[in-house]
């Protein structure tokens, strides 16, 4: 009777650690789902910083979306068809964020009047902390205050989920998902050539 029971117990926890291993096993080539489990309370799930170009034709419809700014500015899709928007999410305690802050301010500086336009998403922060993140890092451009009802994300997530902090999208001239970055921007070049391919769609 103690051999069968002992038996028992011990298929079941053969079965029980094959079956983790199977699980593990899945997710193993998903960084995104090792750093969940990893726990490690830094408050983010990094990206990669691979990216994504999404060719015209299998391009997905426009992103509709609207929000207010940290100045209290309304700021909406519309104000920005007709011409190609970089759009970042981030938030001020994102260490990927605050490292590629000075790269994102390089090349809106470059495109300020050129055809691109950049917007951030704010994803966790009130107006007064993404104010304080914009002087201390020259941030020219605004940011829509994300963090109370997250409909911003939720706009995106229907094409491109933005499924790591930071996530930069390139919208085209329509509105349409062009191209995005997962992770933070390891070269301020890929987004350069990403938005310049972008751009120059409109003109062909």
Do not use: H
């Not at 117990?9 to 995104?32: I, K």
């Not at 950049?118 to 994803?123: R, W």
């Not at 930069?168 to 070049?189: C, F, K, N, W």
């Amino acid at each position: 009777m103690t051999r069968t029971r002992t038996t028992r117990r011990l298929a079941g926890l053969a079965a029980l650690v094959a079956s983790a291993a199977l699980v593990l096993t899945g997710c193993v080539n998903d960084p995104l789902a090792e750093q969940y489990r990893e726990g490690s309370g830094k408050g983010y799930i990094a990206g990669d910083g691979s990216w994504t170009e999404v060719p015209v034709a299998d391009r997905d419809e426009p992103v509709e979306f609207e929000g207010v700014d940290q100045n209290g500015d309304p700021v909406s899709s519309e104000d920005y068809l007709g011409e190609v928007l970089v759009v970042n999410f981030w938030y001020a305690a994102c260490a990927p964020c605050r490292a590629e802050a000075p790269d994102l301010v390089d090349l809106s500086g470059q495109y300020d009047g050129e055809g691109a336009a950049f917007l951030g998403v704010n994803v966790r922060d009130q107006a007064d902390t993404a104010t304080s993140f914009d002087k201390t890092f020259g941030i020219p451009y605004p940011s829509i205050i994300d963090a109370n009802d997250g409909s911003v994300k939720l706009a995106f997530s229907g094409s491109v989920p933005p499924n790591a902090v930071p996530t930069t999208i390139v919208l085209d001239a329509e509105g349409r998902i062009a191209a995005r970055i997962v992770g933070q921007l390891r070269d301020p070049s890929i987004l350069d050539t990403l938005i310049r391919d972008t751009i120059a769609e409109t003109a062909e």
